[in-house]
T-cell receptor
Framework: NAGVMQNPRHLVRRRGQEARLRCSPM?????VYWYRQLPEEGLKFMVY????????ESGMPKERFSAEFPKEGPSILRIQQVVRGDSAAYFC?????????????FGPGTRLTVT | GESVGLHLPTLSVQEGDNSIINCAYS??????FIWYKQESGKGPQFIIDIRSNMDKRQGQRVTVLLNKTVKHLSLQIAATQPGDSAVYFCAENGGDSWGKFQFGAGTQVVVTP
């Protein structure tokens, strides 16, 4: 059973470009969470999604950031017009249904560098 | 200007000794807590969890203690090994019924031979 997969692992973008980060949850998991981690800091919650629904996006910046989890395919975190402050590691986690939604399994992360 | 990164608290432990990592959580509504281990370049890995109706839980070589009165959590690692070198984070759920976690800043554990 493959774990949570994220790609790309490393992404370099120039200021003003768009960044697309992909996350494939574990098989059978229908909940996806995105977190951002700055160097030497803990993870900060960004958004929680279920298939075709955004459940909680309270940690997501109001502008330039969006997330989706379509019926088919991976979850996508999209950052438009990237700025240097967007440079960070972005982690995706997934969890199963029901009472076990606390069990979050993390992917290896995408390290975004904005030049 | 340049941003100055925070320096993680560091715990140096000799191989074979016990480690104790502390965490002060912030939200009195939190009723579920997890300790994660993060190795360099990898995602967080679940170690052990505890619910607020417990004050102690043991796993393999690890024990988590919860003191709700002072909002304090600790992780004890017995007989620390080189493979335990990593950053350790505590996470709290903030009372949410689903898994929106708030992470602490982390503690760097360095195991020396």
């Amino acid at each position: 059973n493959a774990g949570v997969m994220q790609n790309p692992r490393h992404l370099v973008r120039r200021r003003g470009q768009e960044a697309r980060l992909r996350c494939s949850p574990m098989k059978g998991h229908s909940h996806v969470y995105w977190y951002r981690q700055l160097p030497e800091e803990g993870l900060k919650f960004m958004v929680y999604l279920q298939k075709e629904n955004i459940i909680d996006e309270s940690g997501m910046p109001k502008e330039r950031f969006s997330a989706e989890f379509p019926k088919e395919g991976p979850s996508i975190l999209r950052i438009q017009q990237v700025v240097r402050g967007d440079s960070a590691a972005y982690f995706c986690a997934s969890s199963p249904e029901g009472a076990r939604t606390y069990e979050q399994y993390f992917g290896p992360g995408t390290r975004l560098t904005v030049t | 200007g340049e941003s100055v990164g925070l320096h993680l608290p560091t715990l140096s432990v000799q191989e074979g000794d016990n480690s104790i990592i502390n965490c002060a959580y912030s939200n009195s509504a939190s009723d579920y807590f997890i300790w994660y281990k993060q190795e360099s370049g990898k995602g967080p890995q679940f170690i052990i969890d505890i619910r607020s109706n417990m004050d102690k839980r043991q796993g393999q070589r690890v024990t988590v203690l919860l003191n709700k009165t002072v909002k304090h959590l600790s992780l004890q690692i017995a007989a620390t090994q080189p493979g335990d070198s990593a950053v350790y984070f505590c996470a709290e759920n903030g009372g949410d019924s689903w898994g929106k976690f708030q992470f602490g800043a982390g503690t760097q554990v360095v195991v020396t031979p």
